[in-house]
């Protein structure tokens, strides 16, 4: 694994050549990221909603596109709506790599109870996605920093292979790979540099409800680190044996939690592919304060009316928040 920094380009005012300023400007790496790309039925104590925009890749693109460009890989059928093309679009997110197939794109239900305690998984209708095959094209084969987002693990393992250098694997998953993938998640597990998982399912792969044993667990099974999502309770990331809590943003009022999994994830990572994995707990600050946004409306609602600005303003509050428990 090699280390990752912001490259730095200096850039010379050439043209008033009497004050030559150097000035150091950090450009973003790109970001390849896999997952699914969905429309989804959501139904939560604030409402019902069909045929949202929605996907782990999806959430995952949008949100990191706040901070660093994405290179997206996915399917859709040939339903999938001109909206989401423009989204991508809109974002500048590179689509080269997502395949359509005639067939219907992926299809996901889920319900929420009151006081949003765990999720339902009302339908999953695969479509298209039955039949994904994932095919980097020469360009996105050379990035450096890798996207597992939450897909089959065979899928992920797919391609994680096609990528000539990748110097960050980070990858997600769910419960439903638990039960049904374990094997190929374990290799998923030992080709991550990170991963990313919530508690049920952390407790769910280690057997240990303990936390922090489950990440000492996972940890010995591959990961430098392993970040674990506690839901309304935060999260923990987990390197070697230290352990670092990272509070939610207070005060959000939650209208639709889907994608904020994936929204946390885009943070993190937009703030690796800007400032290097160097300081990872203020990357877990970055992506704490983007899934605050994404909770905020229904499907991609939210995490579209969040902007850089708002971002540090949130991830500044939590950060306080923590510096202040610790006196
Ligand atoms: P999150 O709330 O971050 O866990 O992600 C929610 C997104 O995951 C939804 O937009 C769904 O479309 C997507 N999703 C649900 N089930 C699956 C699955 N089995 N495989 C891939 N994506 C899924």
Redesign the pocket.
């Given at each position: 694994m090699n280390q990752i920094s912001p490259r730095q380009t200096t850039i010379k005012l050439a043209f008033f050549p009497t004050t030559r300023l150097n000035w150091p400007v950090v450009i973003p790496k790109p970001i390849l990221a896999v997952?699914?790309i969905?429309l989804?039925t959501i139904e939560t104590p604030a409402g019902r909603r069909e045929n949202l925009l929605?996907?782990?890749a999806?959430?995952f693109a949008v949100a990191t596109s706040l901070f660093a460009p994405v290179r997206l890989v996915g399917l859709v059928g040939d339903d999938f709506p001109q909206a989401g093309w423009d989204l991508f679009r809109e974002r500048s997110i590179d689509t080269r790599d997502v395949q359509t197939l005639a067939g219907s794109t992926?299809r996901?239900g889920?319900r929420y109870p009151a006081g949003f305690n765990g999720r339902e998984?009302l339908f999953?209708e695969l479509g298209v996605f039955e039949g994904f095959q994932p095919l980097l094209s020469a360009t996105n084969r050379r990035t450096e920093i890798i996207y597992l987002g939450?897909?089959?693990p065979s899928l992920q393992l797919e391609l994680a292979k096609q990528v000539d250098d990748a110097s960050l694997i980070v990858s997600d998953t769910?419960n439903?790979w638990i039960d049904t993938a374990r094997q190929d998640l374990d290799k998923v597990l030992a080709a991550s540099d990170i991963f990313l998982i919530n508690d049920e399912e952390a407790e769910q792969l280690t057997g240990n409800p303990d936390l922090d044993a489950a990440a000492a667990i996972l940890l010995a099974a591959g990961p430098r680190a392993v970040i674990i999502k506690m839901g309304s309770r935060g999260s923990m990331l987990a390197q070697g044996r230290e352990r670092t809590r990272v509070p939610i943003f207070p005060g959000v009022e939650v209208i639709d939690?889907?994608?904020?999994?994936?929204?946390f994830a885009g943070g993190f990572l937009g703030h690796i592919a800007v400032h290097g994995r160097d300081d990872l707990a203020a990357a877990v600050v970055q992506g704490t304060a983007v899934a605050s946004f994404a909770v905020e409306g229904f499907g991609l609602d939210g995490i579209r009316k969040a902007t850089l600005e708002k971002v540090v303003v949130r991830a500044a509050a939590i950060a306080k928040a923590m510096a202040a428990s610790l006196n």
């Open positions: 997952g699914s969905a989804d929605g996907g782990s999806t959430f992926f996901w889920g998984t999953t939450n897909i089959q769910m439903l939690p889907t994608g904020a999994g994936d929204t």
